[in-house]
């Protein structure tokens, strides 16, 4: 051993750490599922080194944030492909850890006397929601600002703390400056301490227990369930049978671990290089009209809101959530059965089943939801719904027709998209008496509205096109803008 190696191993007993964690026998015939935790754990020491490099430039203020993501992705050097992975590395937390748990869930791997470490992966499970969450409103676009806007209004909905909840995440009434700032301290303060914390604490007691043996070798001749104070020794004898002529924990059981979590890491690169990272439009507080959709994993209980009546929908949005929540805890506690595999429980079978594809079925059908479109089917931007919100609040239905509905007052406008451009509409809408004087529509020019509303608003009206324009392959405009006035 050299020199300096003997003098660490002296005060820090390495060669025995060595033996006790690398060299320890594990039990036999363990699958490529037992390699799902490293994977989890490599994509949050990536997320952390990606998001400590994105912190580094970016700014947490409504003024500067977009502005400061822009920079990243252009100016930075590879600072798209970082924020890709990034925005990957999320869901491939919350995809890993699903799976990880949904495998001790199936091979009864939360009973006795792995009790305690069920409740830490619970626990690690609801940070990296928390996660999830907080980060959606760093970007400071349309997506992020509407998505917490509701995300805190449901949490709003909690019996009894329900206000001071939207208080603390909120920092106020509204979504602003103090918002922001919490949500990023939560990211990238409160909830990494957290989560470095559970999983040190879940590790820890993974290498004092041993990793789990396959359901088989710890249901032969068991007692019938955990209670019996017979088990305790059974499963000892069991548990130290199960290893007998096993493996090594190093290199057989990392080596597996080292190749799924590189696979792992090159999936979310190619995916950012593949996919990069979205950004919307930046946040805009007065476009009502914009519609708001989570990420896939906040997908089952946004479309099961939009299936219950109205009444019900703060009960569903807190209630499901913390029923699901007991149950996860309490878990363990109740299902005291002696019984391991999957197959030989057709309860959990059936309540998995049901979850899992009830999960699915709503996350298909919030996929399938139509866009916010025109008339003509054209999917609408932002600021084209601005300019919709617009059209209805100033009531101008009560003038115009669009596809049938409206008023007959003045012109149908169902294809005035493929007559005038958005420049002259916008014009028009300003001051109609420039172009028609005997026109009986009123100036829309400030103060009546702002020169971004008639921007909006004629956005909006030049994406109605009418459902069918045949042999038009493109808008034909008939703009004539009246001379300048003579001063």
């Known amino acids: 051993m050299p020199v300096f190696f003997r003098w660490l191993d002296e005060r820090l007993d390495l060669v025995r750490a060595k033996r006790e964690l690398l060299d320890r026998e594990v039990p036999d015939r363990l699958t490529w599922w037992h390699t799902l935790g490293s994977a989890t754990l490599t994509v949050f020491v990536v997320q952390v080194i990606t998001g400590t490099v994105l912190a580094t430039y970016y700014s947490a203020s409504p003024d500067h944030a977009y502005d400061s993501i822009q ?3 252009r100016e930075v050097a590879s600072g798209s492909l970082l924020r890709g992975i990034h925005h990957w590395g999320a869901s491939a937390m919350v995809v890993l850890i699903l799976a990880h748990m949904i495998r001790v869930f199936s091979v009864g791997a939360y009973k006795y006397p792995r009790e305690i470490n069920w409740l830490l992966g619970v626990g690690l499970f609801i940070i990296v929601m928390g996660f ?10 349309q997506k992020a600002y509407w998505a917490t806007a509701v995300g805190t209004n449901i949490a709003g909905t909690t019996p009894l703390v329900g206000s001071a909840l939207v208080a603390l995440l909120r920092g106020g009434s509204e979504l602003g400056t103090a918002t922001l700032a919490r949500f990023y ?20 007691v993974v290498v004092r227990q041993g990793i789990a043996a396959r359901p088989r070798d710890l249901e032969a001749g068991a007692p019938k369930t955990t209670r019996d104070p017979a088990y305790p020794s059974y499963y000892r004898t069991a548990y130290a049978a199960s290893k007998r002529g096993g493996v090594r924990f190093w290199p057989d059981i990392l080596g597996k671990d080292a190749i799924v979590s590189a696979a792992t890491v090159l999936v979310l690169v190619l995916f950012a290089v593949a996919f990069g990272s979205p950004l919307e439009a930046p946040a805009d507080p007065t476009d009502t009209s914009y ?51 999957l197959l030989h429980r057709p309860l959990a079978l059936v309540g998995l089943a049901v979850l899992l594809g009830g999960a699915g079925l709503l996350i298909g059908a919030a996929g399938r939801a139509p866009a ?7 999917t609408l931007t932002s600021v084209q719904r601005a300019g919709r919100a617009l059209y209805q609040s100033q009531q101008c239905g009560g003038c115009h027709r669009i596809a049938g509905q409206g008023g ?15 420049g002259w509409l916008h014009s028009f809408v300003e001051s109609p008496s420039r172009f028609h004087e005997e026109s009986r529509m009123p100036a829309y020019g400030p103060p ?40």
Do not use: C, M
């Open 408 to 422: 007959e007052e003045g012109p149908d406008l169902t294809s005035v998209g493929w007559r005038h451009s958005v």
């Open 71 to 73: 920079f990243v992705t």
């Open 185 to 204: 301290a939560f990211h990238v303060l409160w909830l990494p301490l957290s989560l470095t914390i559970f999983v040190a604490l879940h590790i820890t």
């Open 291 to 341: 519609i708001p959709r989570p990420e896939w994993y906040f997908l089952p209980i946004y479309q099961l809101l939009k299936l219950v009546p109205g009444s019900l929908e703060a009960a569903v949005a807190v209630g499901v959530p913390t029923i699901l929540f007991l149950v996860l805890v309490g878990l363990p506690f109740f299902d005291r059965g002696s019984t391991r595999n």
């Open 372 to 378: 916010a479109t025109s008339e003509g089917g054209a």
């Open 448 to 487: 009546a509205l702002s020169h971004q509303e008639i921007e909006e608003l004629a956005q909006y009206l030049a994406t109605l096109r009418g459902r069918e324009q045949p042999g038009a392959a493109a808008p034909q405009f008939y703009d004539t803008f009246p001379a300048p006035r003579r001063p």
């Open 132 to 141: 999830s969450f907080t980060g959606y409103l760093l970007p400071w676009d």
